[in-house]
């Protein structure tokens, strides 16, 4: 099991940015994907991003593909969620979550660990 801790989340005005931050322990962190989720009131958790291992793939829904970059640092323990851009709709608890493997494999299945969200508002 790995332990999460995001951080970052925040009220922002349309067309805004945040950045999330995400630590991870535990685990050895460079053995894993990572990925991001988000849970909007009366919806059902939907895929963000994730990226590889090594961050040298990375995967985006389409509704933030070009808004939203997710990257790590393996030195830090850390994945990073830069939110730019954002909308009224991207308001939501987002969480980080671990993968049990290295690349991300198209389902949310596979990740292994979450951690308690943090609050994302975006004020029109």
């Known amino acids: 099991q790995v332990q999460l801790v995001e951080s970052g989340g925040g009220l922002v005005q349309a067309g805004g940015s945040l950045r999330l931050s995400c630590v991870a322990s535990g685990r050895t962190f460079s053995n894993y994907g990572m990925g991001w989720f988000r849970q909007a009131p009366g919806k059902e958790r939907e895929f963000v991003a994730a990226?590889?291992?090594?961050?040298?793939?990375?995967y985006y829904a389409d509704s933030v593909k070009g808004r939203f970059t997710i990257s790590r640092d393996n030195a830090k323990n850390t994945v990073y969620l830069q939110m730019n851009s954002l909308k009224p709709e991207d308001t939501a608890v987002y969480y980080c979550?671990?993968?049990?493997?290295?690349?991300?494999?198209?389902?949310?299945?596979?990740?292994?660990?979450w951690g308690q969200g943090t609050q994302v508002t975006v004020s029109s």
């Open positions: 979550a671990a993968d049990s493997a290295p690349y991300y494999s198209g389902s949310p299945v596979g990740f292994d660990s």
């Open positions: 990226i590889s291992w090594s961050g040298g793939s990375t």
